[in-house]
């Protein structure tokens, strides 16, 4: 059920094992819904604060914060109400790092990792142990990604296994895994299926009925394991749709709106604005300046 839950997007390619996103929220994006994936994420704040939602956890990130999303971990990316975040992403496969169960380094530092059966401090920020090599080590990375060549690939790879010895260099950054509460892990299938049919009709009732859970015992489970609630968290999935289809298409507002899931405009208007802080037209005539 793990790999039907996953996000769908593909990251990279067979040639370019990784992606690249220079993001702006809530500039580019309302946020980022609640999803996970098979491959690793590291992101920098280049500038401003925002929120990452990490499993249980709502973290707050300044500029100069690391965040090392490891997979198949629930996060999600939250707008500051009075700052906007700008932020650079690389999502990349850890085949990218060649290693082998016959390699002690693979298997005692970086398959821990991996498997997020060590978990990675998050945020790594300015004050953190060993903050200064692992900054100048992620600058490095992005500006291999930035380059976009296969030699610079191989700086990058070289770059990520440095990335990875600082962290392994630096104990108090990492701990144990605890165990994942059997209940996120019940959940995960109602955040794919709302992901799968977000432009549909959906009730409280059926996306309990997924998790096995009366109505009341689901709404109260899932605020309290993810911090929002399933109709909040169904909202910010159709405004990311719809913010998606602002930018990159030329359709009607109202033909954007109900093809994300909205079936009242002036409901589509109203949440757009609170959750992104301008109406759909400004936005698209925004990013089109930008």
């Not at 990784?18 to 999803?35: E, K």
């Not at 299938?189 to 998790?211: G, M, N, R």
Request: glycine fraction near 4%.
């Amino acid at each position: 059920m793990l790999s039907a839950a996953k996000e769908k997007r593909q990251h990279g390619s067979m040639q370019v094992p990784y992606s690249y996103y220079d993001c702006r929220v809530p500039n580019y994006f309302s946020g980022v819904p609640l999803h996970w994936h098979g491959e690793m994420e590291l992101n920098y704040v280049k500038r401003g604060t925002g929120y990452f939602q990490y499993e249980d956890r709502l973290i707050t990130v300044h500029t100069g914060d690391i965040i090392l999303i490891q997979p198949n971990l629930v996060h999600a990316i939250l707008p500051d109400k009075h700052e906007s975040m700008f932020y650079d992403t690389i999502v990349f496969h850890q085949n990218m790092l060649i290693g082998g169960y016959d390699d002690r380094s693979y298997t005692e530092i970086l398959q821990p990792i991996f498997s997020a059966r060590r978990r990675v401090l998050a945020p790594i920020s300015p004050d953190a142990p060993g903050y200064p090599a692992l900054c100048a080590s992620v600058l490095q990375i992005f500006r291999c990604v930035h380059d976009n060549l296969a030699v610079s690939d191989l700086l990058l790879k070289s770059e990520l296994l440095r990335f990875f010895y600082l962290l392994a260099a630096t104990p108090s950054l990492c701990t144990d895994r605890t165990a994942t509460p059997a209940l996120a892990e019940n959940l995960r299938p109602v955040l794919a299926y709302i992901q799968e049919h977000s432009a549909d009709p959906l009730t409280i009732e059926e996306l309990a009925s997924l998790s096995h859970l009366s109505k009341s015992h689901f709404m109260s489970c899932f605020k309290q394991t993810f911090g929002l609630g399933a109709i909040e968290y169904l909202t910010q999935v159709r405004l990311r749709t719809a913010c998606e289809a602002l930018r990159s298409t030329t359709r009607s507002v109202s033909e954007i709106a109900y093809d994300a899931g909205f079936r009242n405009l002036s409901n589509f208007n109203r949440q757009f604005r609170s959750k992104v802080g301008c109406t759909p037209q400004a936005y698209r005539k925004d990013f089109q300046k930008n």
